[in-house]
């Protein structure tokens, strides 16, 4: 291959500027500004990355179409707040529709898979089923105002849940209304685990991250009155678009 055809090669691989310049000051979010902060003016943005304001400006947009950044006519542009507070006590954490709600925006979701599955000893020790048992398992992609925010991954004892088909979960039904007023089980607490994920192409794809990249990981398992495992949910989160909220306590010294 000759030097020419190598340059054009390479250059058909290159990232867009737009997308270069974007990803650069999604970098700046949490480190150099905070949700609230005026982010530098695209005048500004334009001089630090030797780029047109055009082009800034649509990489910005981008940002603010993604619910990372928002517009002020009066103050600029500025890191948006974090959209969903997710509650880490027992009860408030189940129900993510609600939580959305309760936050102030309007809940969206699109079923990813819908598939039967056999339990792995891990997963079988956390639904308290023998391994090898049925599961099904599903994932959705949660939104809030349009902008994506966190891909959960379920998992339930079929022998719970008879005839549970995808479309019963197309339209974005609530998991925990369907297995009241259909099943008869009612979710009376839960187990969570909070920690830190890396991000897989396909999550980094859906949230409009970069692979590799960080994300806040919440695992949970529903349990019914009894304290028998309804499901098993791993919901991997936008860093920046969700916060875990604890409850008020008083402070004993």
């Known amino acids: ?41 695209e005048r500004a943005l334009a001089e630090r990355f030797k780029a047109n304001r055009m082009t800034v400006r649509k ?23 974090p959209r969903v507070a997710r509650p880490v006590d027992a009860r408030a954490s189940l129900g993510i529709a609600r939580i959305i709600r309760s936050s102030g925006g309007t809940p969206g979701n699109k079923l990813l898979s819908f598939t039967h599955a056999t339990a792995t000893e891990k997963m079988a020790q956390r639904l308290g089923v023998a391994a090898g048992a049925e599961l099904v398992m599903f994932r959705r992609l949660w939104t809030v105002d349009e902008a994506p925010f966190c891909i959960e991954t379920s998992h339930l004892p079929a022998e719970r849940v008879p005839g549970l088909a995808a479309e019963d979960l197309m339209a974005g039904q609530s998991l925990y209304a369907l297995l009241r007023e259909r099943y008869g089980i009612e979710a009376a607490t839960a187990e969570r685990l909070i920690g830190i994920a890396t991000l897989t192409d396909t999550e980094a794809r859906l949230l409009h991250l970069q692979p590799g990249g960080p994300a806040l990981l919440l695992r949970l398992v529903a349990l019914d009155a009894k304290g028998k495992p309804i499901e098993h949910m791993a919901s991997v989160n936008h860093p920046q678009l969700v916060v875990f909220q604890t409850p008020k306590a008083e402070l004993t010294w």
């Open 59 to 81: 990489a910005v947009e981008r940002l603010v179409a993604m619910g990372l950044l928002e517009r002020n006519g009066t103050s600029g542009t500025r890191v948006a707040r």
């Open 1 to 41: 291959m000759g030097a020419r055809a190598k340059s054009r090669k390479a250059a058909g691989r290159a990232k867009p500027i737009y997308l270069a310049i974007q990803q650069a000051i999604q970098e700046m979010i949490g480190v150099d500004v905070v949700p609230g902060d005026r982010v530098p003016s």
